[in-house]
Nanobody
Framework: QVQLQESGPGLVKPSQTLSLTCTISGDSTKSNSFYWSWIRQAPGKGLEWIGY???????YYNPSLKSRASISRDTSKMQFTLQLNSATPEDTAVYYC??????WGQGTQVTVSS
């Protein structure tokens, strides 16, 4: 069994950096295979893929967020992080982390507001 848990501030001010961490625990047999993603869902909208990190340090981003998003990982802690610069109210959403396309965190609400 694999568990994912998102953590980070629930409230971010406009223009600041939105930063979230996903911690993976449980079955460690996949620990040498990295395919970890961030997805979000804004109020009243569908799921939006933000990006993922795979293999060594290869990262891929939604073109609409590429200029502001950064995903990194710390394999020693089985964690990966999302940073989204210059946050705007349009970044208000429930943010999910996903591992290997199969396992999901429960999601964390992030509100961008002054």
């Amino acid at each position: 069994q694999v568990q994912l848990q998102e953590s980070g501030p629930g409230l971010v001010k406009p223009s600041q950096t939105l930063s979230l961490t996903c911690t993976i625990s449980g079955d460690s047999t996949k620990s040498n295979s990295f395919y970890w993603s961030w997805i979000r869902q804004a109020p009243g909208k569908g799921l939006e893929w933000i990006g993922y990190i795979i293999g060594g340090e290869d990262t891929y981003y939604n073109p609409s967020l590429k200029s502001r998003a950064s995903i990194s990982r710390d394999t020693s802690k089985m964690q990966f992080t999302l940073q989204l610069n210059s946050a705007t109210p349009e970044d208000t959403a429930v943010y999910y982390c996903n591992a290997w396309g199969v396992y999901w965190g429960q999601g964390t609400q992030v509100t961008v507001s002054s």
